[in-house]
């Protein structure tokens, strides 16, 4: 279920809640890159990892009302097995219109996506990883590397490879969850959507 109409005309802040740094200072990157008029980004690190946490949060912040849209941003490959309080977490983000943008098995899938379409199955992180450094030397997860580097506007120029690459993956992705997969696409193009809006 959306917003009402007069929230949308009110105010356009979109809330991306992130399991984790890398993601967040992403979105940072994006955010300090992209200016549109009329729409604030707000990228905020869970204080947990957990998606139960994470869904929790989203569930809350949505519920603030502060928000145009609200998106989960998590790395499928440590959320394999979910409980029964998960799926009903994620039944009622989904019923109050919470998006989601996950990746499997990590959130690097989509910067490597930015460069090739990544293989169809990654056993751990680490291969995706080591994938990422033919095509970004000293790649590293750590906070510090992070903050050296403007990931988005470093890989702005190849960014509509990546929103193909993981459309493709998406669609291979459909009837095997265990499949390579980023819905981070989702976001980017949402974003666009928006910036074609106001200009």
């Known amino acids: 279920m959306g917003r009402r109409s007069k929230k949308i005309e009110l105010v356009r802040t979109m809330l991306i809640i992130t399991e984790g740094s890398t993601e967040k200072l992403y979105f940072d990157s994006l955010r300090e890159c992209l200016r549109i008029p009329g729409l604030t980004i707000v990228p905020r690190e869970a204080k947990h990892s957990s998606l139960n946490d994470i869904l929790k949060n989203a569930l809350a912040s949505y519920d603030e009302d502060a ?15 979910y409980s029964e309080k998960t799926r009903t977490l994620i039944a009622k983000a989904k019923r109050k219109g919470i998006l989601f943008a996950d990746s499997m098995p990590c959130f690097e899938i989509w910067i490597l996506a930015h460069f090739c379409l990544p293989q169809a199955y990654y056993h751990t992180q680490e291969q995706v990883e080591d994938q990422l450094k033919r095509h970004i030397p000293g790649y590293a997860k750590e906070i510090d590397w992070h903050k050296r580097h403007s990931l988005y506007r470093e890989l702005l120029p190849s960014l509509k490879n990546a929103i193909t690459h993981g459309k493709a993956l998406t669609a291979k992705a459909e009837n095997d969850i265990q499949k390579t997969n980023t819905l981070v696409w989702k976001i980017i193009e949402n974003i666009q959507q928006k910036r074609s809006c106001s200009g």
């Open 67 to 81: 928000y145009e849209s609200v998106w989960v941003v998590f790395d499928r490959d440590t959320q394999s097995h």
